[in-house]
C-alpha cells in the first residue's frame, strides 16, 4: 500500500472515530459537511447508473424496422376495423328507419315480392400487363374479320379492366364494391371486359348521404354528390349551410330504392369547412381503404324478379 493510501486510511479512521465521540451538535455539523462534500459523487454515480440503464434499455429495444412493421400492421387493422364499424352504425340507421316504417302501417299489409332484385358477382381486376395485352389485341388468337374484337371504348379507355362484359349482364353505372364499400362504378361494357372507374378518378359522380351520431343512436343526415378529384380525396357537394357536418361523420350511398335495403359505405369526413357567407359545406371524405394490389371486386347488378313475373301471369 501507498504511503498516500495509508495516509487517506488513517485520516478516514480517525475522523470516524472523532465523530463517534464527539458531542451530538458538533458530530451533526460534521455530518452535513461531510455529506455535502460527497453529495456531488452520489450523484455521479447515480447519473452513470441511469446512463447504463438507458443504454442496455436501448440495445434491448426493437429495431426501428420492427416498429414501423408493427405501427403499419396497427394501421391496417385499425382501417379494417373502421370499416366494419362503419358497416354496423348504418345497418343500425337503417334498422331504425325500417322498425319506424313498419311501426305506421297496418298489421294486414299484403306483402308481394319485389319487382326488382340485387345481385353481386364476382370479377377479376386484370393487371397492368394483361390490360395491355388485352387492349393491343395480343390475347386474341383471331383477327377483327373472325368478328372477334372488343368495344372501341373499352379499348382506348385507360381505365382498369375487369374481365366481365356484356355477357355478365353488366351495365354502365353499376356499383362496384368492395365487401360492403363502394369503391367505384362500372364506367364502359365492352363484350368480354369492362373499364372500373375508381371513386378518387376525377369523372366519378354519385349521390350520397352523411350519417352521425345523435342522442339516441344515429340520424342520416344532408344528401348530395359525392365527386371524385384525381386524387386520394373525394368531395361532397351540395350539403347546405344548416346541415349538421362533422369531421368523422360516414358517407354512404343514398340511392335506397330497393336495389339494396343497406346502404353502402363511401367512407368518412376528414374535412369540414364553412365560411361566414356560404351556402354550402366544404365536405372533403376519405375512400375506404383499398388493398396495396387489387385482384377481384363485386358488381352489383340488377334483377328482374321472376318469381314476381310469374305471379303477374
Not at 458538533?26 to 455521479?44: F, H
Not at 316504417?101 to 400487363?129: C, N
Request: neutral net charge; aromatic residues 4%.
Amino acid at each position: 500500500m501507498s504511503s498516500w493510501s495509508l495516509f487517506a486510511t488513517c485520516g478516514l479512521v480517525l475522523t470516524g472515530v472523532g465523530l463517534h465521540f464527539a458531542p451530538d451538535a458538533v458530530s451533526s455539523r460534521l455530518r452535513g459537511a461531510i455529506t455535502d462534500v460527497m453529495r456531488p459523487g452520489q450523484q455521479a454515480v447515480s447519473a452513470t447508473g441511469e446512463t447504463l440503464r438507458d443504454g442496455l434499455a436501448a440495445i434491448s429495444s426493437p429495431s426501428v424496422q420492427t416498429q414501423q412493421r408493427e405501427v403499419a400492421r396497427l394501421r391496417e387493422e385499425l382501417d379494417a376495423a373502421n370499416a366494419r364499424s362503419a358497416m354496423l352504425v348504418a345497418r343500425l340507421a337503417e334498422s331504425h328507419d325500417k322498425r319506424t316504417r313498419e311501426d305506421s302501417l297496418p298489421s294486414t299489409i299484403q306483402r308481394l315480392p319485389r319487382l326488382t332484385s340485387p345481385s353481386l358477382i364476382e370479377a377479376a381486376v386484370l393487371g397492368d400487363v394483361l390490360a395491355e395485352q388485352w387492349r393491343s389485341g395480343k390475347l386474341l388468337d383471331r383477327g377483327t374479320a373472325n368478328g372477334v374484337r372488343e368495344s372501341s371504348l373499352v379499348v382506348s379507355s385507360r381505365q382498369p379492366l375487369l374481365d366481365l362484359g356484356q355477357e355478365g349482364e353488366l351495365l354502365p353505372e353499376d356499383a362496384v364494391l368492395l365487401g360492403r364499400c363502394v369503391i367505384g362504378k362500372v364506367e364502359r361494357v365492352g363484350r368480354w371486359t369492362s373499364t372500373l372507374l375508381l371513386l378518387t378518378d376525377a369523372a366519378y359522380r354519385g349521390r350520397a348521404q352523411l350519417i352521425h351520431a345523435a342522442d339516441k343512436g344515429f340520424a342520416w343526415g344532408g344528401r348530395g354528390i359525392l365527386k371524385g378529384q384525381g386524387g386520394t380525396l373525394c368531395q361532397l357537394e351540395g350539403i347546405a349551410a344548416t346541415e349538421s357536418v362533422r369531421v368523422g361523420d360516414g358517407v354512404y350511398t343514398a340511392e335506397r330504392d330497393g336495389l339494396v335495403t343497406t346502404p353502402l359505405y363511401y367512407g368518412r369526413v376528414v374535412e369540414a369547412t364553412l365560411g361566414p357567407d356560404d351556402r354550402e359545406w366544404h365536405v372533403l371524405v376519405e375512400p375506404a381503404p383499398l388493398p396495396n394490389r387489387l385482384n377481384s371486386v363485386q358488381v352489383l347488378r340488377m334483377n328482374v324478379n321472376a318469381e314476381r313475373l310469374a305471379a303477374g301471369m
